[in-house]
T-cell receptor, first 112, second 114 residues
Framework: EAQVTQNPRYLITVTGKKLTVTCSQNMNHEYMSWYRQDPGLGLRQIYYSMNVEVTDKGDVPEGYKVSRKEKRNFPLILESPSPNQTSLYFC???????????FGDGTRLSIL | KQEVTQIPAALSVPEGENLVLNCSFTDSAIYNLQWFRQDPGKGLTSLLLIQSSQREQTSGRLNASLDKSSGRSTLYIAASQPGDSATYLCAADTQGNQGGKLIFGQGTELSVKP
């Protein structure tokens, strides 16, 4: 089944403890992206990647890192999480640019 | 800076009714306009994508139109069903082949009553 898989789905952690949210797609998509969704602010793009080893900042990249070493994986790294990064995170992918994006089911992060 | 607005924020209709969801954007220089559906606790599901050169797209009971000159897109749902209850989001692609950046509206929460 074609899908975008995020892990974990839920995580409660403390300020400053490094964490990684994994994202994997099995559709051989070139484009992948991370978004966060917050009440009243909607969905905002954090980082995106147009292909292996090609990444760029979205609208709200501060406090996040990404890497794209393989086509299928696009992990989101929070080196020193803070409470303002408490949010619902979505990974998305598309075959190429200008194509419909497929979303994962989301990761709910709580930073205490 | 591109801004995308969806009005109303919430809509409740009886089953069987035809309805229109609205999406407006401030900058007409978009590459495409996408409509998504989000169910509670789930990710987004792509419904329709209208390229900037197109006027509309149809899928089953859904029809989406795009008018770049007026900065508007509409999603028409025919013969609504309770299973259509969800939040509907529109997103404008402002970069196309240069980056695929989507700017999302805040969504319209639709409730279809049996």
């Amino acid at each position: 089944e074609a899908q975008v898989t995020q892990n974990p789905r839920y995580l409660i952690t403390v300020t400053g403890k490094k964490l990684t949210v994994t994202c994997s797609q099995n559709m051989n998509h070139e484009y992948m992206s991370w978004y966060r969704q917050d009440p009243g602010l909607g969905l905002r793009q954090i980082y995106y990647s147009m292909n292996v080893e090609v990444t760029d900042k979205g609208d709200v990249p501060e406090g996040y890192k990404v890497s794209r070493k393989e086509k299928r994986n696009f992990p989101l790294i929070l080196e020193s999480p803070s409470p303002n990064q408490t949010s619902l995170y979505f990974c998305a992918s598309s075959l190429t640019l200008n194509q419909p994006q497929h979303f994962g089911d989301g990761t709910r992060l709580s930073i205490l | 800076k591109q801004e995308v607005t969806q009005i109303p924020a919430a809509l409740s209709v009886p089953e069987g009714e035809n309805l229109v969801l609205n999406c407006s954007f401030t900058d007409s220089a978009i590459y495409n306009l996408q409509w998504f559906r989000q169910d509670p606790g789930k990710g987004l599901t792509s419904l329709l994508l209208i390229q900037s050169s197109q006027r509309e797209q149809t899928s089953g009971r859904l029809n989406a139109s795009l008018d770049k000159s007026s900065g508007r897109s509409t999603l028409y749902i025919a013969a609504s069903q309770p299973g259509d209850s969800a939040t509907y989001l529109c997103a404008a692609d402002t970069q196309g082949n240069q980056g695929g950046k989507l700017i999302f509206g805040q969504g319209t929460e639709l409730s279809v009553k049996p």
